[in-house]
């Protein structure tokens, strides 16, 4: 199983981006879909995450401007980011509980997709 994350980029403050991840591989079922990011010489933090039923839960920093989507049939989750911080700078890693050929539930990490918002 992987999770390849795209739509990173550079855009000026106040901008737009969306962010994609999808799960490829064999996959039995996605439980909850997640982003988080890094900034320099910060700790990663949870950005915005979905649950298999919808459930959502965002960072105090990001609500009202960040929203997560998931498309099921695709195994894949969008991160919508409107009104861009200079300080929503950061990588931004997807992340997704998946069952896989095996009977357990494991954690999968995409490989990080760098958001830079200029002042």
């Known amino acids: 199983v992987q999770l390849q994350a795209s739509g990173g980029g550079l855009v000026q403050a106040g901008g737009s981006l969306r962010l994609s991840c999808a799960a490829s591989?064999?996959?039995?079922?996605?439980?909850?879909m997640g982003w988080y990011r890094q900034a320099p010489g910060k700790q990663r933090e949870l950005v915005a995450a979905i649950t298999s039923g919808g459930r959502l839960n965002y960072a105090d920093s990001v609500k009202g401007r960040f929203t997560i989507s998931r498309d099921n049939p695709k195994n894949t989750v969008y991160l919508q980011m409107n009104s861009l911080k200079p300080e929503d700078t950061a990588v931004y890693y997807c992340n997704a509980a998946i069952r896989g050929s095996s009977s357990r539930i494991d954690d999968y990490w995409g490989q990080g997709t760098l958001v830079t918002v200029s002042s």
């Open positions: 591989g064999t996959i039995f079922s996605i439980g909850t």
